[in-house]
C-alpha cells in the first residue's frame, strides 16, 4: 500500500511535532515536509508536491486561506486539510471555498483524526451541518432563481446514492445500504460530481441536502 505523503503547516513548532506524532501512529502517512507560515507552505508544495496538506490558518507572512488558494491554483488535485483549535463555520467555509477538503479541530482524539484523514484520502470525508448550511447559502447567492435543476439527469441508483450523501453516511455505510462495493459508489460519486458539475465531496453533501434530501422529506 502507498504511503500518503504528508506536509504539515501550522507556526508552533510543538502544534508541529504534536501532529508528526499522531501520524507516526498510522503506516499510511509519511510526513515529508513542515512549514511555519503560508509563505513557506506554498514554497515547499511546489517544490515537493505532497499528496495531502494540513494548513494551519492563522499565520504569520501569508494565512492559510491564501495559502491553499495559491497551492490549489497550481496543483487542484492536491488534498488539503484545514487545522483549526475551533469548529467556526465562516473559517471553515471560506477554506472550503478555496478548495480545501475537510478541516480538523486540534484537540480531536488522535484517533479520529487518523480516521478523518483516512476519509479525506479516500473522498469520503462528512462535513458538519453549519458548514453545510455555509455552502448552501452560498449556492443560493451564485444561482440563477430560475436556473434549471440538473438531477434529472441522474440515474435512479446515483438518486439513492445522493440520498444517503446528504444524510451524511460514508461509501461503506453507503454501499451496505445499497448491498453494493465501496468502489462502485466511488463510481456513482465520481459520475455525480461531474454531472453536477462540483468539485468534491463538500460541495456534493451540501448541494445534496437542498436538491435531494429535502425532496424526499417533502
Known amino acids: ?130 458548514v453545510a448550511d455555509r455552502v448552501l447559502q452560498e449556492f443560493g447567492r451564485s444561482r440563477k432563481p430560475d436556473a434549471p435543476t440538473p438531477l434529472p439527469t441522474l440515474t435512479p441508483r446515483e438518486r439513492d446514492v445522493l440520498t444517503l450523501v446528504a444524510r451524511g453516511q460514508t461509501n461503506r455505510e453507503i454501499g451496505t445500504a445499497l448491498d453494493v462495493a465501496e468502489n462502485t459508489v466511488r463510481r456513482h460519486l465520481q459520475n455525480i460530481l461531474e454531472k453536477l458539475h462540483l468539485r468534491n465531496r463538500v460541495e456534493l453533501a451540501a448541494y445534496a441536502m437542498k436538491h435531494e434530501l429535502n425532496r424526499r422529506e417533502r
Open 1 to 130: 500500500m502507498s504511503t500518503t505523503r504528508t506536509l504539515i503547516v501550522d507556526d508552533s513548532a510543538l502544534a508541529r511535532r504534536a501532529i508528526r506524532n499522531i501520524l507516526g501512529r498510522s503506516p499510511q502517512f509519511e510526513v515529508i515536509a513542515e512549514a511555519a507560515d503560508g509563505q513557506e507552505a506554498v514554497g515547499r508544495a511546489r517544490e515537493l508536491v505532497p499528496d495531502l496538506v494540513l494548513m494551519d490558518l492563522r499565520m504569520p507572512l501569508r494565512d492559510g486561506l491564501e495559502a491553499i488558494q495559491a497551492i490549489k491554483e497550481q496543483f487542484p488535485v492536491m488534498r488539503i486539510v484545514v487545522l483549526s483549535v475551533s469548529d467556526d463555520p465562516q473559517d471553515l467555509f471560506e477554506a472550503i471555498k478555496r478548495g480545501a477538503q475537510g478541516y480538523l479541530i486540534k484537540n480531536m482524539e488522535p484517533h479520529l483524526w487518523l480516521e478523518y484523514l483516512d476519509a479525506v484520502v479516500s473522498g469520503d470525508a462528512r462535513i458538519s451541518r453549519a
